[in-house]
Every structure is written in C-alpha cells, then in structure tokens.
C-alpha cells in the first residue's frame, strides 16, 4: 500500500477567482475532513499530488503548519477538456480502522478465444484495513468459456478484505462470436425483409390508384 508524503499550505481565500489563482500557482484547492474534524481547506503541489493519484487509493500523509493528517483521496475533480486537477476532497482515516474502498480488477489467464471478452465492470468495492488497501485484484480467466460470466465473488480476495459489492455482479462476460455465415445470413435476412415490405408498400399504392 503506497503512502506518499505531500507538504500543503493553508488556504485563507476562497471562492472561484481565489481558486483560478491557486492553479496559476501549480496549487491544486483541497480540503481535508473526517473524524469529527472541522473541514481543513488548503492547497497542494499539482505536480506532486497529480504524480500521487496515479496510484489507486493512495494514502496521502498531508503535512501542514507542521501537522501531519493521514488521509485517503474521496473526491477528485478534473478539468473535462484538460484532464487537469481541479479540486480535491481528503477523508481523515486512522491506521487500523476499516474503510470501504473501490479496487481496479486485472485479468489474467488464457480463456477461449473463440469469444468476444467484455469488461462488464473494472472495479469492486471492498472494506479493508485503511493502511493495507491493495492497488488491484487480479481475476483468473482460465478455462472461461463463451457464453459464461465471472462475477464479483469470483475474485480471490486476500485475507482481512471482504467484499462489499453485489456478489453476483459481473465482472466480465465472455461473449459468443458470430461466426461468417451467421452474418451473412442474418443480412440475407433483413435484406429480404426490407425487399418484401416495399413490395407490400408499392402493391398497396397500386391498388389505391386503382
């Protein structure tokens, strides 16, 4: 579980022209909050912070005015062209409590390639111990065949995790592949379709002109 130390400054403006400013500046607006705490609003090193996110659910040792507050990425807002950091909601947690987290799913293993394989959902959510988050669960397509699932219960969890999502909740799908003469048939199908009702259409004009 990756745990990164950023240093922050407090804020004392507020507002969306304070918060342009801060961005200017390489800040990211941020606030900290949880536990009771009165919500803390400061600003961070864009740089330092977008280089932590690339991490999932990292821990984030927040030092201000020399306090240290442990806390774990809520809410994050980018820009939607950009892809820039916006803003940032921090949850206070304390090691050795338990937090509910979302955690991205990897596949592995050789599965019938006759299918089409769909990712149904790229992550679970999980309760585990806030300081021993994993970064990602890896799911096991070994043997899966077309026209099967792997659900939510699927996935191997390490001990002390349990899972929070639906148990039934696919994950992926391996989808049958339409073979070459399906296709064709299909579109002789519909081909013959259309063909048949504008014959019935030019027959019905006819006999209206009639």
Do not use: Q
């Amino acid at each position: 579980m990756a745990e990164i130390i950023i240093n922050g400054v407090s804020r004392t403006e507020f507002g969306k022209g304070a918060a342009r400013r801060a961005r200017r500046d390489g800040m990211v607006p941020a606030v900290i909050y949880g536990h009771g705490a009165k919500p803390s609003h400061i600003s961070l090193p864009a740089i330092e912070l977008g280089k932590a996110l690339k991490t999932s659910n990292v821990l984030l040792d927040i030092v201000v005015d020399g306090k240290t507050e442990l806390t774990l990425p809520k809410s994050i807002v980018r820009d939607a062209i950009k892809g820039t950091l916006e803003h940032i909601d921090l949850i206070i947690v304390r090691r050795g409590e338990r937090v509910v987290v979302s955690v991205p799913i990897r596949t592995s293993g050789e599965f019938d390639r006759d299918g089409i394989l769909e990712h149904m959902n790229n992550s679970i959510e999980v309760e585990t111990e806030a300081t021993s988050i994993p970064n990602f669960f890896e799911l096991d397509l070994t043997g899966l065949v077309a026209g099967l699932s792997l659900y939510a219960k699927d996935v191997k969890l390490p001990a002390g995790v349990t899972l929070v999502s639906d148990e039934h909740m696919p994950v992926v799908h391996l989808s049958v592949r339409s073979s070459h003469d399906d296709i064709e048939a299909a579109d002789t199908a519909a081909a013959t379709a259309a063909s048949a009702a504008s014959t019935a259409v030019a027959e019905a004009a006819e006999e209206k002109k009639d």
